[in-house]
């Protein structure tokens, strides 16, 4: 599975931002779409992911409340709108598919496909 990431940019604390996961496949059904980040120094994390069929969903306890993932059939398109961004949100963001149980969904070794990834910057 090919994957895009999309929207990424340089923004101020406060601010908010949407990022795009799409697909060069004609669905992502079957499978979760997960978002990750990495920051300079530190390891991938777990930042949000979202069950194609269903719609479950679960979030990092240090986004909760302030991103959501959400999906677009028509566009086969996986979208994570971040409100509320701090400085220490900055990082690239990389999107992944996969089919994790649930108890291993924010496990990164869990996703096979990843994207290219997009710079979030949040300056203070």
């Known amino acids: 599975v090919q994957l895009q990431a999309s929207g990424g940019g340089l923004v101020q604390t406060g601010d908010s931002l949407t990022v795009s996961c799409a697909t060069s496949e004609p669905t992502f059904s079957g499978y979760t779409v997960g978002w990750f980040r990495q920051a300079p120094g530190k390891e991938r994390e777990f930042v949000a992911a979202i069950r194609w069929s269903g719609g479950n969903t679960r979030y990092a306890d240090s986004v909760k409340g302030r991103f959501t993932i959400s999906r677009d059939y028509g566009q086969n398109t996986v979208f994570l709108q971040m409100n509320s961004l701090k400085p220490e949100d900055t990082a690239i963001y990389y999107c992944?598919?996969?089919?994790?149980?649930?108890?291993?969904?924010?496990?990164?070794?869990?996703?096979?496909?990843w994207g290219q990834g997009t710079q979030v910057t949040v300056s203070s």
């Open positions: 992944a598919v996969g089919r994790p149980i649930i108890s291993a969904i924010t496990w990164p070794r869990m996703y096979t496909s």
